[in-house]
């Protein structure tokens, strides 16, 4: 009888969400196991943290590949041969292969630092996403979980939690008060997602 879902985490960065996603498999608070990292980037954070938890982790760069094909194809392998349950999405900035997409639909998670429908979109991500919104004179900021379509933050939103802003915010303070969202709101939704997935494992 399965009593965890099988998680992959793709990242491009320090891995923050990744560490608090891995912390909260650790005691149970997901009923889950991240048995994959994915980076599109060499020599990040994130890499480390999953090399010392002993999770395997691994560098997924396209212009390492013949062609997007032959790209696309082998991150697809790598998913079926761990065979993963879940995919959530960690700060990765690529857009995933539609195959991917389609193999794993409404089990593919992304976590975005504003309020979408606003503020996304290909090039909004990080500090980019925190200066627009401070320029945008908006009160307030906040985080989304979406489901993960072909388009950048795109698919169905599952969550949100708003962030204030405060009187002379730079985009560092709103950024750290947002993060501190993220690692608790992610974590929720996975838990949500993973007891779904365990149940029809069940079945």
């Known amino acids: 009888m399965a009593d965890k879902a099988r998680l992959a985490v793709f990242i491009s960065g320090s891995g923050t969400n990744l560490q ?3 912390d909260c498999c650790a005691d149970g608070t ?5 048995v994959l990292v994915v980076s599109n980037k060499p020599d990040v ?7 010392k938890a002993g999770i395997n982790a691994v560098v997924h760069r396209r212009k390492k590949f013949p062609d997007g094909k032959a790209a696309d194809e082998h991150l697809l392998q790598l998913l079926t041969r761990h065979e993963i349950d879940i995919i959530a999405l960690a700060g990765y900035l690529k ?13 593919i998670l992304n976590i975005h630092p504003a309020l979408l429908p606003k503020y996304g979109g290909k090039g909004m991500y990080g500090h980019r996403v925190h200066e627009a919104v401070l320029a945008s004179g908006d009160s307030e900021s906040g985080v989304t979980i979406h489901l993960v379509d072909e388009i950048y933050d795109h698919g169905k939103i599952v969550a ?4 204030p802003i405060l009187p002379g915010d730079t985009p560092d303070d709103l950024a750290a008060r947002v993060l501190a969202v993220e690692h608790q ?19």
């Not at 709101?185 to 079945?203: D, F, M, T």
């Open 95 to 107: 857009l995933l292969p539609p195959q991917v997409v389609r193999k794993y639909r409404n089990r």
């Open 185 to 203: 709101l992610y974590p929720r939704v996975l838990k949500k997602l993973c007891e779904e997935i365990v149940k029809e494992k069940n079945l």
């Open 20 to 22: 608090s996603i891995m």
């Open 30 to 34: 997901i009923p889950g196991e991240v």
């Open 160 to 163: 949100q939690e708003k962030v």
């Open 45 to 51: 954070q994130g890499l480390v943290r999953a090399q």
